[in-house]
T-cell receptor, first 114, second 108 residues
Framework: GAGVSQSPSNKVTEKGKDVELRCDPI?????LYWYRQSLGQGLEFLIY????????KSGLPSDRFSAERTGGSVSTLTIQRTQQEDSAVYLC????????????FGPGTRLTVT | KNEVEQSPQNLTAQEGEFITINCSYS?????LHWLQQHPGGGIVSLFM???GKKKHGRLIATINIQEKHSSLHITASHPRDSAVYIC??????????FGTGTRLQVTL
């Protein structure tokens, strides 16, 4: 079946612009995660959705970052007033439910802020 | 604070060698994940385990809950195993906390 998909695969934007990144999880997966992989920084957690529960936003680096998940499926990560330090690969993952299930990663969106 | 440490950071091996990558973590966990990332490629989940040992082909993952330690072994290594291997765990929350990764290069 289809895996996790993300769009766009690459995004170049000017500093100060807003961007939206999209994630389509595997059908039936109730848990959805956003991570960021910065050059030389490794992977870090951003936000986690589980079903209809309030999302865990503890990893969002600033209030310029927000995410929503509509209808328990597709998720959008929005970065407002982008800064150069936001340049990274943004990864989405989904799992059947939380915690004890394997996470399946999307291919990522490479964001470059010029 | 949930911290995950991996060793070594870089590893070069010749084809056929047995490889071990180690992972230590600081807090009790619900699950330990081993992930693989090829250059320019996406991330693939290799194992998720909460106790004991799992095997898939030439890959073996073990975990010692009491010692807060996990190892990933690759038997009969091959150049196609060259990748970054990342250890991650889920602590009290479901989000993953990642190690810094081990870059493996297997040469002919």
């Amino acid at each position: 079946g289809a895996g996790v998909s993300q769009s766009p695969s690459n995004k170049v934007t000017e500093k100060g612009k807003d961007v939206e990144l999209r994630c389509d999880p595997i059908s039936g997966h109730t848990a959805l995660y956003w991570y960021r992989q910065s050059l030389g920084q490794g992977l870090e957690f951003l936000i986690y959705f589980q079903g209809n529960s309030a999302p865990d936003k503890s990893g969002l680096p600033s209030d310029r970052f927000s995410a929503e998940r509509t209808g328990g499926s597709v998720s959008t990560l929005t970065i407002q007033r982008t800064q150069q330090e936001d340049s990274a690969v943004y990864l989405c993952a989904s799992s059947l439910t939380s915690d004890r299930y394997e996470q399946y990663f999307g291919p990522g969106t490479r964001l470059t802020v010029t | 604070k949930n911290e995950v440490e991996q060793s070594p950071q870089n590893l070069t091996a010749q084809e056929g060698e047995f490889i071990t990558i180690n992972c230590s973590y600081s807090v009790g966990i619900s699950a330990l994940h081993w992930l693989q990332q090829h250059p320019g490629g996406g991330i693939v989940s290799l194992f998720m385990l909460s106790s004991g040992k799992k095997k898939h082909g030439r890959l073996i993952a073990t975990i010692n809950i009491q010692e807060k330690h996990s190892s990933l072994h690759i038997t009969a290594s091959h150049p196609r195993d060259s990748a970054v291997y990342i250890c991650a765990n889920t602590g009290t929350a479901s989000k993953l906390t990642f190690g810094t990764g081990t870059r493996l290069q297997v040469t002919l």
